[in-house]
């Protein structure tokens, strides 16, 4: 089945820099990749997603780019401020069953 | 528009036990999804469920876990029996079908003692 691998788990820049969070799938067949962000004691919220028909997109201070060759995916923050202090999750779907990714804490230092 | 309702949020049982979670999709929704957080972890897949239906099981223990959607009511994932290592966060995802994002509840969080 799939696999998602994520990096880094942990990730600290200043407000105002750039974050950068790093995936990886395995099954060539998955055609969705959402981002969600988790703040503590909430569930999951989407934030941005990306389907395998686009290199990439983007909304406001977020973006998110695909390789389907080489399986990657990333998210990119830009213009970081303190309400981007979170845990950020990949996810590859294929079938409708979603896979996450174990999480990345961001943490913004001020 | 109410989002995905969780209930209780906060489950306390203690070991042997029976755990009952509740879920209410987003209005409209028919895919209800459950997923699994331990501390520091990730979200693992349980379960899919449609109406009636359940799709993929794939990722809920062969024993003790069990799901359901009816046709009238709530989605129920109820464990059994439960052991200390069942501890974790639950959460419910809904989708209105296939390629849709997913909506999350809040989850519920079982403490097994």
């Known amino acids: 089945g799939e696999n998602v691998e994520q990096h880094p788990s942990t990730l600290s820049v200043q407000e105002g820099d750039s974050a950068v969070i790093k995936c990886t799938y395995s099954?060539?067949?998955?055609?969705?990749f959402p981002w969600y962000k988790q703040e503590l004691g909430k569930g999951p919220q989407l934030i941005i997603d990306?389907?395998?028909?686009?290199g990439e997109k983007k909304d406001q201070r977020i973006a998110v780019t695909l390789n389907k060759t080489a399986k990657h995916f990333s998210l990119h923050i830009t213009e970081t401020q303190p309400e981007d202090s979170a845990v950020y999750f990949c996810?590859?779907?294929?079938?409708?069953?979603?896979?996450f990714g174990k999480g990345t804490r961001l943490h913004i230092l001020p | 528009n109410a989002g995905v309702m969780q209930n209780p949020r906060h489950l306390v049982r203690r070991r042997g036990q029976e755990a009952r979670l509740r879920c209410s999709p987003m209005?409209?929704?028919?895919?209800v999804y459950w997923y699994r957080q331990l501390p520091e972890e990730g979200l693992k897949f349980m379960v899919y469920?449609?109406?009636?239906?359940?799709?993929?099981e794939s990722g809920m223990p062969k024993e003790r876990f069990s799901a359901e959607f009816p046709k009238e009511g709530p989605s129920i994932l109820r464990i059994q029996q439960v052991v200390r290592g069942d501890s974790a966060a639950y959460f419910c995802?809904?989708?209105?079908?296939?390629?849709?994002?997913?909506?999350f509840g809040n989850g519920t969080r079982l403490t097994v003692t």
């Open positions: 209005k409209g929704h028919s895919h």
């Open positions: 469920l449609q109406k009636e239906n359940i799709i993929d």
């Open positions: 995802a809904s989708s209105p079908g296939q390629g849709s994002p997913l909506h």
């Open positions: 990306i389907r395998s028909n686009v």
């Open positions: 099954d060539s067949a998955s055609n969705y």
């Open positions: 996810a590859a779907s294929k079938d409708d069953k979603i896979i």
